[in-house]
């Protein structure tokens, strides 16, 4: 059984950081991009990062983390992080991870429509 398994979340404090985990059962990503969303309550869903198939394209300039996250997988193809610094309170959301094999092999998006394999999301809450 495909599955995504996102780990990580909790309780920082402004300006702290977090990683987060996204591990993958069942399958490698050697054929799968992996995207970052996350959604805070009352707001859409938003894609924050995602790291191409082939591991050579990684997007993370969305306005609201530009320059804070960044997205990397580890040599075995089983992992996805995502390092998230200088946190503020409006990073507070769940975030989720997803898989994509329909992309190109050195392409992601951030949009949500590609993605069919989903995790059941980590809590990440920014606050003093």
């Known amino acids: 059984q495909l599955q995504l398994v996102e780990s990580g979340g909790g309780l920082v404090q402004p300006g702290g950081s977090l990683r987060l985990s996204c591990t993958v059962l069942?399958?490698?990503?050697?054929?799968?991009?992996i995207a970052w969303f996350r959604q805070a309550p009352g707001k859409e869903r938003e894609g924050v990062a995602c790291?191409?198939?082939?591991?050579?394209?990684?997007?993370t300039d969305v306005d609201s983390v530009k320059d804070r996250f960044t997205i990397s997988r580890d040599r075995a193809k089983t992992t996805v992080t995502l390092q998230m610094n200088f946190l503020a309170p409006e990073d507070t959301a769940v975030y989720y991870c997803?898989?994509?094999?329909?992309?190109?092999?050195?392409?992601?998006?951030?949009?949500?429509?590609?993605?069919?394999?989903w995790g059941k999301g980590t809590q990440v809450t920014v606050s003093s």
């Open positions: 997803a898989a994509d094999e329909t992309s190109h092999r050195s392409t992601c998006t951030l949009h949500a429509k590609p993605y069919n394999l």
């Open positions: 069942g399958f490698t990503l050697d054929y799968y991009a």
């Open positions: 790291i191409s198939a082939g591991g050579d394209t990684t997007i």
